[in-house]
């Protein structure tokens, strides 16, 4: 560790040279030995965010709180001394907690860790700072670590969350793949969670496209879990972004997972549930969103599914809004009445097009092959036969029917 570094977990040692304190015997000065100087400066801020990822856990709103107030430094110190002034920081059990994973605290190694991986450490203040997760208020990241390409604000101005069920059904897959391809298509930048199922789905399919991806992990951004997804969480950093507010080589558990669904609810304008059993993970990133004031979409499944059951309860609930590809999704998280989605109507038939008095007559014309004179039509239309006699030959030269002597019959179509 660099001096910095060292100050913030051990305190300042004192100088070499310096006049020994009464009553211990001067220690012998050390000779230096050779050290593998890390190659970049940290500014403070961020050594002691990077410090303060491993001390605390992902929305540790006594930690937030405390940094609302202070600078992290300071809140470093304040850990590592064991004394915080007046009522600013949290009680004495939180602060044990923190003060037993002081022990080992290296951020420079974590930060030349993600660097060696092609990464970042980004903290509040950053150019590349998404502002909207200042949403989450206490319980906003202390920092994320990200790794791939693009600039993460950027990519999040357009973006929304496609979430749902891990062991989803062959039509959750569908729908997911197709619907994130879609929104890929339009310029939409498509998040999920990189787990198994879902979120599988809809990362393949901006991929697929050629679209950008952004997987939001509850592990290091080093680590790829769930092993089988290994190639895909690649894909996703070479083509899109992997970010976590955990520090590199850090594992899940399984209120991490809940944790991190927050991050993936501020982060987009909205959120797709696509397959959501009634007790699932994804119902709490859609919750979420809706705290949030972001849109939030479901997309129905059968009725006899168990994994469209969490969703039909959103729907029914008032929580979420129905939508059934992306062109409706984006008519809701888009720009105001420019992307509007294409009105939804059945085929317009030939009958359709007639006008009132000719579809009564029509209506009135036998399919019998000997058709119908045109008093019996006059009748069963309730118009006068002049005007029906005319409605027919309007309606003969649309092909709709033909005169058979002095009778009036339907043509029969191929």
């Known amino acids: 560790m660099n001096r910095t570094a060292n100050d913030l977990v051990q305190g300042t040692p004192a100088e070499p040279g310096a006049a020994p304190r009464p009553g211990v015997p001067p220690e012998p000065v050390p000779r230096p030995e050779p050290k593998n100087e890390p190659e970049h400066e940290y500014e403070p801020e961020r050594l002691a965010r990077a410090a303060l990822c491993r001390l605390g856990e992902p929305g540790d709103a006594a930690l937030g709180r405390w940094l609302a107030r202070t600078d992290a430094l300071d809140v470093v110190r304040a850990i590592r001394d064991g004394r915080v002034p007046g009522r600013q920081g949290p009680d004495d059990a939180r602060l044990a907690a923190y003060r037993a994973r002081l022990t080992g605290l290296d951020p420079v190694a974590d930060l030349e860790r993600v660097r060696a991986a092609g990464g970042r450490f980004i903290i509040p203040g950053d150019t590349e700072w998404p502002s909207q997760l200042d949403d989450l208020a206490e319980t906003r990241p202390t920092g994320l670590w990200v790794i791939g390409t693009g600039s993460l604000r950027l990519l999040a101005l357009r973006s929304v969350s496609v ?195 000719a579809a009564r007559v029509l209506e009135a014309v036998p399919a019998t092959p000997d058709g119908a004179p045109v008093e019996q039509l006059a009748r069963q239309s309730g118009l006068p036969p002049d005007e029906v006699l005319q409605r027919l030959y309007e309606l003969g030269s649309l092909g709709h029917v033909e005169r058979h002597g002095a009778h009036w019959r339907l043509v029969r179509r191929r």
């Open 163 to 357: 979430v749902g069920a891990r062991a989803c059904t062959a039509y959750g897959a569908h729908v997911a793949g197709d619907l994130a391809a879609q929104l890929a298509e339009r310029g939409w930048v498509v998040v999920s969670g990189g787990a198994y199922g879902i979120d599988a789905a809809a990362h393949r399919g901006a991929l697929a496209v050629g679209g950008p991806t952004v997987g939001v992990l509850a592990c290091g951004v080093d680590v790829a879990y769930p092993r089988g997804n290994t190639g895909l969480i690649r894909r996703i950093a070479e083509q899109g972004l992997l970010l976590s507010e955990l520090p590199p080589g850090e594992h899940p558990t399984r209120f991490r997972f809940v944790l991190r669904n927050r991050v993936i609810a501020a982060l987009t304008r909205g959120t797709v549930v696509v397959e959501a059993a009634l007790r699932s993970g994804a119902l709490s990133t859609a919750r979420r969103a809706r705290d949030l004031n972001r849109h939030t979409m479901a997309v129905p499944g059968p009725v006899t599914s168990e994994l469209s059951a969490g969703v039909h309860a959103l729907i029914r609930s008032g929580a979420a809004t129905v939508v059934t590809d992306a062109a409706e999704v984006v008519e809701l998280i888009g720009a105001i009445g420019d992307d509007l989605a294409p009105q939804r109507s059945g085929p317009v038939l030939p009958r359709d097009l007639l006008e009132p008095a």
